[in-house]
């Protein structure tokens, strides 16, 4: 992805060495992204245990994109939003890399936004730690991935996890990285139009595996708002870019992960999408390039 001549977004609060994310007053957020079966650090042995006792993960660790059907919303919780961090002074090619994602995010968005739901955007936050982070939506340590908190409308990224995306999951590239930032964005998105608002309502009148559902919808839509990102900037990718992100998607899909946990796949399970569910719709996000093609809630088959 061509960002040189692309400007460094200011929305960057940069609390590595700041310590936090071991406390347990919050509780443990898993990332929005990757979803109770990820094979990095400790997140790998809660989805097998929640997989054996025949529970979501995310009743257990929380969830990016939205809480888990029945349970009560992280950002309802009642805790504090944390004091600000310090802004971004970049200190390496990737700080500024992130930046310069973020930014794109902002201008499509911020393009987007008035055009096709008739209001401003509002551009969240992405918060840079190291090791463990607090959050409005608890206390998340780097193992956990990236994730979004709708309580302080904030992306949290440890840029190691690029790493680990890269040798764990084989799905290296900038481009895969850009997509896991907009991914989270695509969170953020569903928070200020109120779609996040309105599942997480459906979800504690749902059952557990009713509940899954609604999750996977979530997720999948953060994908396509994803592709609809990398359309609105397919002048600034590069050839295979493209294939970087779907590298991605299929590395982190629900099947692919539970296989590679226990051997066994759980459709019932599933809170983020099979690795072919997480493909396509970013795909339909690419294709079709606005607000209105990623309604996953309407769609019949995912």
Not at 137 to 157: I, N
Not at 216 to 231: H, I, K, N, P, S
Not at 268 to 290: I, L, V, Y
Request: with cysteine.
């Amino acid at each position: 992805m061509r960002l040189d001549d692309q400007r460094e977004s200011s929305n960057v609060e940069d609390r590595r060495g700041m310590g936090g994310g071991g406390g347990r007053g919050g509780g443990n957020l898993l990332g929005g992204l990757i979803g109770g079966r990820m094979g990095i650090g400790g997140l790998i042995v809660v989805g097998i245990i929640a997989l054996v006792l025949g529970i979501n993960p995310l009743t257990l660790l929380g969830g990016g994109g939205g809480a888990p059907g029945g349970g009560a919303p992280r950002e309802q919780i009642g805790q504090p939003n944390p004091a600000s961090g310090p802004a971004l002074q970049p200190a390496s090619d990737m700080d500024r890399f992130v930046a310069r994602v973020l930014a794109t995010t902002e201008d499509s968005w911020g393009e987007a936004f008035p055009r096709e739901v008739g209001a401003p955007y509002q551009p969240p936050t992405l918060v840079l730690f190291s090791g463990g982070v607090d959050s409005a939506c608890g206390s998340a340590s780097s193992a956990m991935g990236p994730f979004y908190c709708p309580g302080d409308r904030k992306v949290y990224l440890d840029q190691s996890f690029f790493d680990q995306l890269a040798q764990r999951f084989g799905a290296p590239g900038d481009f895969a990285a850009a997509y896991v930032i907009a991914h989270e964005v695509g969170h953020h998105i569903q928070t200020i139009t109120g779609i996040s608002e309105q599942v997480r309502g459906a979800q504690a009148r749902a059952s557990k595996t009713e509940g899954n559902a609604l999750q996977v919808r979530m997720e999948l839509q953060a994908d396509c708002l994803a592709g609809v990102w990398a359309q609105a900037h397919k002048d600034l990718l590069d050839e295979g870019d493209v294939d970087e992100a779907l590298a991605a998607a299929n590395a982190i899909g629900d099947d692919t992960l539970q296989r590679a946990a226990q051997g066994t796949v759980v459709p019932e399970s599933f809170t983020h999408g099979s690795s072919a569910q997480r493909k396509s719709w970013f795909m339909n996000g690419f294709r079709g390039g606005t607000i209105a093609s990623c309604d996953t809630f309407a769609a019949r088959r995912l």
